[in-house]
Nanobody, 127 residues
Framework: QVQLVESGGGLVQAGGSLRLSCAAS????????MGWFRQAPGKEREFVAT????????YYADSVKGRFTISRDNAKNTVYLQMNSLKPEDTAVYYC????????????????????WGQGTQVTVSS
């Protein structure tokens, strides 16, 4: 089973940018659809973005569309989340997740679809 480790979180002012990375090991990274989710204190984990194994499909939550970009480098076994124009409401622990997929365009968006999760990285946006 693939193992995932997130990095790149931190404290940033509103309007700033961060790039999160998620490195995968112990699996064939290119056979997984990958997703980013987040969980704020007292709230449920929510979908942020997802990408098919090929990179041919990406989907975003409405709250981040136009500000966040998900991408992947299969040669480096890494998925990224570029976050621009950050807002205080983006403050949360961000998790990456993996779902085995043989479909070129399959990019799941539900928490229950993903079987492998990282430990999370904290993102704090100050106003």
């Amino acid at each position: 089973q693939v193992q995932l480790v997130e990095s790149g979180g931190g404290l940033v002012q509103a309007g700033g940018s961060l790039r999160l990375s998620c490195a995968a090991s112990k699996g064939t990274f290119s056979s997984y659809a990958m997703g980013w989710f987040r969980q704020a204190p007292g709230k449920e984990r929510e979908f942020v973005a997802t990408i098919s194994w090929s990179g041919g499909s990406t989907y975003y939550a409405d709250s981040v569309k136009g500000r966040f970009t998900i991408s992947r480098d299969n040669a480096k076994n890494t998925v990224y989340l570029q976050m621009n124009s950050l807002k205080p409401e983006d403050t949360a622990v961000y998790y990456c997740a993996a779902k085995p997929s043989g479909s070129y365009y399959y990019a799941p968006r539900n928490t229950a679809d993903f079987g492998s999760w990282g430990q999370g990285t904290q993102v704090t946006v100050s106003s």
